[in-house]
T-cell receptor, first 113, second 116 residues
Framework: NTKITQSPRYLILGRANKSLECEQH?????MYWYKQSAEKPPELMFLYNLKQLIRNETVPSRFIPECPDSSKLLLHISAVDPEDSAVYFC?????????????FGHGTKLSVL | GDSVTQTEGPVTVSESESLIINCTYS????????LFWYVRYPGEGLQLLLK?????QKGSSRGFEATYNKETTSFHLQKASVQESDSAVYYCALGETNSAGNKLTFGIGTRVLVRP
């Protein structure tokens, strides 16, 4: 699936600040960040619809999402913690209804030293 | 909250054998959630395999089938004859929407290895 691109693919950090990027070329209104830790299912972090943050699951405040335009999604992480080691998936869908198919990117694997 | 439980992997089967991955759900936020199977092939992102949004209906794709059973709250995935290309991680998921937008709740995933 090259229609949703994420960068970087791999990220190894000490206690630093970093941003993950996602871009979708599908013309979708909704964009999501999901986090998948080892041995756990993917879990929703944030949902944007038409650039507005409409769903914010219980996420530490060091994670700050940003949606500069309807095709781009960023995730800023400050002072990462070892528990943040995970794969972060970006996804998009045409609308925000429960029967929508989500389109996922390949993910960014974050390893915190 | 909502939850999804599925067969623990890895599941190893030989080519042309049948496969079943069990999935049961608990939906506290919605009476009749939408149900999905997503798959992640090696080196690729998650993609939709099939979905069913009406209880009692069956979905099918690429030889896989799953029936939405609201009595047993199950959505098992089956294939009669697997191929090596079916080696992947399969995720059962429940979809719900509230005033804050939609959300997928995933199971932990089942890794399937198909031996040639």
């Amino acid at each position: 699936n090259t229609k949703i691109t994420q960068s970087p693919r791999y990220l190894i950090l000490g206690r630093a600040n970093k941003s993950l990027e996602c871009e979708q070329h599908l013309g979708h209104n909704a964009m999501y960040w999901y986090k998948q830790s080892a041995e756990k299912p993917p879990e929703l972090m944030f949902l944007y619809n038409l650039k507005q943050l409409i769903r914010n699951e219980t996420v530490p405040s060091r994670f700050i999402p940003e949606c500069p335009d309807s095709s781009k999604l960023l995730l800023h992480i400050s002072a990462v913690d070892p528990e943040d080691s995970a794969v972060y998936f970006c996804a998009s869908s045409p609308y925000t209804i429960s029967n929508e198919r989500l389109f996922f990117g390949h993910g960014t694997k974050l390893s915190v030293l | 909250g909502d939850s999804v439980t599925q067969t623990e992997g890895p599941v190893t089967v030989s080519e042309s054998e049948s496969l079943i991955i069990n999935c049961t759900y608990s939906a506290t936020s919605i009476a009749y959630p939408n149900l999905f199977w997503y798959v992640r092939y090696p080196g690729e992102g998650l993609q939709l395999l099939l979905k069913v949004i009406t209880a009692g209906q069956k979905g099918s794709s690429r030889g896989f089938e799953a029936t939405y059973n609201k009595e047993t709250t199950s959505f098992h995935l089956q294939k009669a004859s697997v191929q090596e290309s079916d080696s992947a991680v399969y995720y059962c998921a429940l979809g719900e929407t509230n005033s804050a937008g939609n959300k997928l709740t995933f199971g932990i995933g089942t890794r399937v290895l198909v031996r040639p």
